[in-house]
């Protein structure tokens, strides 16, 4: 794994040198894992390739800001899919919304309402930015230690091979990060 770091660490230097060749290079050694979390996450084979896409372009453009110390290239290069997946899914969405407000219009008054409850739409909304504000407030390590654990689903072992610290640590890291949310998210209570 740390040759592999030291690899996609050297590939994304080049990139951000503008070297093409170590964006293809970079490509074919990531673009498995990164379409599969693509695909994961939006569920369609064409918009998990554009996710790609996107996120390729990105790397090119941002490679310059990677920093090694905060993440390992992959778990950086994951970051970027997921962002760009999600951003693919709320674009779905308002395409989705902006076709049915008419056929909404017009059957508003004949068809019993299926729809959520707005108020547990707006309840869930509101745990949404109270889980984003207390994230923030996380030390940066605990927050990519916290985050990378729900988002890849590792264990605390697995987590610590990968980011080649300590178990110790991984396993205070995260204990304290669930703590400092904890107590963040019962302000919001």
Wanted: hydrophobic residues 40%.
């Amino acid at each position: 794994m740390q040759n592999d770091d030291a690899t996609l660490q050297d590939l994304i230097d080049r990139v951000a040198a503008r070297d093409d060749s170590a964006l293809k290079s970079l490509y074919g050694l990531t673009s498995a894992k990164l379409y599969g979390l693509a695909l994961r996450i939006t569920g369609q084979r064409d918009r998990a390739e554009d996710v790609l896409q996107e996120t390729f372009l990105q790397v090119w453009r941002t490679a310059a800001d990677y920093r090694a110390s905060l993440s390992p290239p992959l778990a950086w290069l994951g970051l970027i899919v997921r962002s760009r997946a999600l951003d693919q899914l709320r674009r779905q969405k308002v395409a989705r919304e902006h076709l049915t407000d008419t056929l909404d219009e017009t059957l508003a008054d004949t068809l019993d309402g299926d729809a959520d409850d707005p108020l547990d739409v707006s309840l869930a909304s509101q745990q949404a930015r109270a889980l984003h504000q207390c994230l923030a407030r996380l030390d940066r390590k605990q927050r990519a230690v916290v985050s990378l654990a729900y988002l890849r689903d590792l264990s605390h072992s697995e987590l610590a091979q990968q980011l080649k610290l300590p178990l110790g640590t991984v396993k205070t890291w995260i204990r304290r990060g669930l703590d400092q949310l904890r107590a963040c998210m019962a302000q919001f209570a």
